[in-house]
């Protein structure tokens, strides 16, 4: 028997199960290097993310009045910065902000005087290179560098291994030598997915053997481990074989060739592991990519859906925005003054669909793609369902801009809110450490690598109050939505002191793994049900459940209370009427006294 249990009693059942956080790799920056053949195939690191909503109708704005920016080049007197992005409607703010390629007049750019020229760069590796010329320029005595870059914009969840790289070899100039995150741009909701068969959303054990392309630790590859791990999925990270019961892969040069190679059915023979001197041909059926691959999967073929995107892991992809000391340390004012450019080109975007319409065609100006034009950078910014070419419903696109509020959230700058940026940056990295430990040893602590001073002054320089909201959604909202859709069911080893909801000491590490998980994941509504093995009467195994159940619910809450609202929770106790095992064994009951955590979402 088991019961949904409304707020009132703090209980809750005990969360067991070998397998760890809702895993999602995600790693968004470099090219996936081949892992020695022979690999194990595993089930990815368990990953959880936050949930987020969009500012109420009524909460104050922190626009002024909006201004149109200006076609001309608009503070050319001024040192040029040169920031590269990859073509992402998250950073739709940014656009705004400077007016065009290179900041123009009337811009909130050169308003604050920063003469900011903006470039499409899709390639991580070449985005490092040029932030090394710029430090290398500096080294050399140059106080303003022709060469390089000052600023890069990457996916926040494949962070990790940027700096895994980029830090160590900025450090051979003298240990002043650093790239930092400075602040945010926006967020991917939804544009960035993993597109698989319809039976894979319906029943996730399908795609055991699937063959996906993708930007191999990418961020977009991060979805896919991240649901993996959510529903017990085991990944196969060795490009040269395949696994029959995991997900398999097909590294692609980038998001788009990944597309290509779905559309184009790219098909391989590879040995198949477990069976000596046997090969299986297998063909492409699943896509990880962004908008526009999302866009081309669908209309060049058809026949994937998403299966999991940043609409529900809401809190894994911040565009974060990276610098390089001793540049900034030496001129503040012109961090501080792009930083407040940008977060009040976010404010006007979401206060007026004139700002909107002038950053769509600010954005086909930088990202210059083929076919694309301004109603294509609308169309995909707000995202849309439509049939694909062979008649499903699919759903494409979906970015968010974000002001100094968001900031605010993102990084934790308020008490009650979690660093989210930490979480999305270390579970991720400890995904793709654990999936390539060769080739990331390694990774540096997220306060290494997070400068919060810049905005910390954008935020002391404002005179009004600067609302801070952290979107989370709630488990009503999804209800109301009509239909449920399930994302993650994975089952949590938290350890209790015997016949007790109090935690020992050995859970804590495992809670902080859980929250993490789901900080990321805050698309999605949360359930906690409890399970007991049969020792001990019905009656006392039930209440035991659910005291263990709602102690990992206010745990949460006590960590991050504006993080884990109680309308995201749904509390479930089942006693000992659900086992997963025997319980005539010690292992046995173990495996049954649980806590399963169940992601859903609309």
């Known amino acids: 028997m088991s019961y949904k249990l409304n707020r009132g009693p703090k209980l809750i059942a005990a969360l067991i199960s070998a397998l760890g956080l809702f895993g999602g790799l995600r790693y968004a920056v470099t090219h996936g290097l081949l892992t020695?053949?022979?690999?194990?195939?595993?089930?990815?690191?368990r990953a959880s993310l936050p949930e987020l909503r969009e500012p109420a109708d009524g909460e104050p704005s922190l626009a002024r009045p909006i201004r149109l920016p200006g076609s001309q080049l608009g503070c050319a007197d001024k040192p040029e910065l040169r920031a590269l992005v990859w073509a992402w409607n998250a950073q739709l703010g940014w656009m705004f902000a400077?007016?065009?390629?290179?900041?123009?007049?009337?811009?909130?750019?050169?308003?604050?005087?920063?003469?900011?020229?903006?470039?499409?760069?899709?390639?991580?590796?070449?985005?490092?290179?040029?932030?090394?010329?710029?430090?290398?320029?500096?080294?050399?005595?140059?106080?303003?560098?022709k060469e390089g870059a000052h600023f890069v914009a990457i996916m926040g969840d494949g962070a990790a291994q940027f700096f895994a790289s980029l830090n160590p070899t900025l450090r051979r100039l003298g240990p002043e030598y650093r790239a930092t995150v400075v602040a945010s741009a926006g967020y991917s909701r939804g544009e960035d997915k993993f597109m698989g068969l319809p039976a894979w959303k319906k029943d996730p054990?399908?795609?055991?053997?699937?063959?996906?392309?993708?930007?191999?630790?990418?961020?977009?590859?991060?979805?896919?481990?991240?649901?993996?791990?959510?529903?017990?999925?085991?990944?196969?990270?060795?490009?040269?074989?395949?696994?029959?019961?995991?997900?398999?892969?097909?590294?692609?040069?980038?998001?788009?060739?990944?597309?290509?190679?779905?559309?184009?059915?790219?098909?391989v023979d590879l040995p198949i592991k477990g069976k000596p001197a046997q090969n299986g041909?297998?063909?492409?059926?699943?896509?990880?990519?962004?908008?526009?691959?999302?866009?081309?999967?669908?209309?060049?073929?058809?026949?994937?859906?998403?299966?999991?995107?940043?609409?529900e892991y809401a809190s894994q992809m911040p565009n974060v925005v990276i610098g390089i000391e001793p540049y900034m340390k030496r001129h503040p004012e012109l961090v501080q003054g792009m930083i407040s450019?940008?977060?009040?080109?976010g404010r006007a975007v979401k206060d007026s669909p004139r700002a909107l319409e002038r950053a769509a065609e600010v954005s086909d100006q930088v990202y210059a793609e083929k076919e694309t034009g301004k109603a294509y950078w609308l169309k995909y910014y707000a995202g849309t369902v439509q049939r694909d070419a062979q008649g499903l419903s699919v759903e494409l696109g979906g970015s968010k801009v974000n002001d100094l509020g968001d900031n605010i959230a993102l990084f934790g700058l308020r008490s009650g809110y979690a660093n989210a940026f930490e979480a999305t940056y270390t579970t991720f990295g400890n995904i793709v450490h654990d999936q390539y430990p060769q080739d990331?040893?390694?990774?540096?602590?997220?306060?290494?690598?997070?400068?919060?001073s810049y905005l910390e002054r954008v935020l002391a320089a404002e005179r009004a109050p600067v609302p801070a909201v952290v979107e989370t959604a709630t488990y009503s909202s999804i209800e109301l939505a009509g239909s449920k859709t399930e994302i993650g069911h994975r089952s949590w080893q938290i350890q209790f002191d015997t016949g007790k909801a109090s935690?020992?000491?050995?859970a804590n590490a495992v809670l902080d793994e859980l929250m993490r998980g789901l900080i990321v994941a805050a698309g999605t509504a949360i359930e906690i049900?409890?399970?007991?093995?049969?020792?001990?009467?019905?009656?006392?195994?039930?209440?035991?459940?659910?005291?263990?159940?709602f102690a990992v619910e206010n745990w949460l809450k006590e960590h991050a209370a504006q993080n884990f609202p109680d309308a995201r929770f749904r509390v479930f106790a089942h006693g000992a009427s659900e086992p997963v095992q025997a319980n005539d064994t010690e292992l046995g009951r173990a495996h049954n006294r649980r806590v399963e955590i169940v992601l859903l979402s609309r």
Not at 109 to 120: A, H, I, P, T, Y
Not at 535 to 548: D, W
């Open 440 to 452: 990331v040893p390694s990774f540096p602590a997220a306060k290494e690598v997070l400068d919060t």
């Open 281 to 311: 041909h297998v063909c492409v059926n699943g896509v990880v990519t962004w908008t526009p691959g999302d866009v081309v999967v669908a209309e060049k073929r058809g026949g994937l859906v998403s299966i999991a995107s940043t609409k």
């Open 98 to 145: 400077n007016g065009g390629p290179q900041a123009t007049t009337d811009s909130l750019m050169c308003e604050r005087g920063v003469n900011l020229k903006l470039s499409r760069q899709d390639d991580a590796e070449q985005m490092k290179a040029e932030l090394l010329k710029l430090a290398t320029g500096l080294k050399n005595g140059e106080s303003e560098p």
């Open 529 to 549: 049900h409890g399970h007991t093995d049969n020792q001990g009467a019905p009656e006392a195994n039930q209440a035991l459940s659910e005291k263990r159940a």
């Open 36 to 45: 020695a053949p022979g690999q194990e195939s595993s089930v990815p690191v």
């Open 205 to 267: 054990e399908q795609a055991r053997g699937a063959y996906i392309a993708g930007y191999l630790k990418d961020g977009d590859w991060n979805i896919a481990l991240k649901w993996a791990g959510d529903n017990g999925i085991c990944n196969n990270p060795d490009e040269k074989s395949y696994d029959p019961h995991c997900l398999n892969w097909a590294g692609a040069k980038d998001y788009l060739d990944a597309a290509q190679k779905y559309v184009a059915h790219y098909c």
């Open 503 to 506: 935690f020992r000491p050995e």
């Open 341 to 345: 450019a940008v977060l009040a080109g």
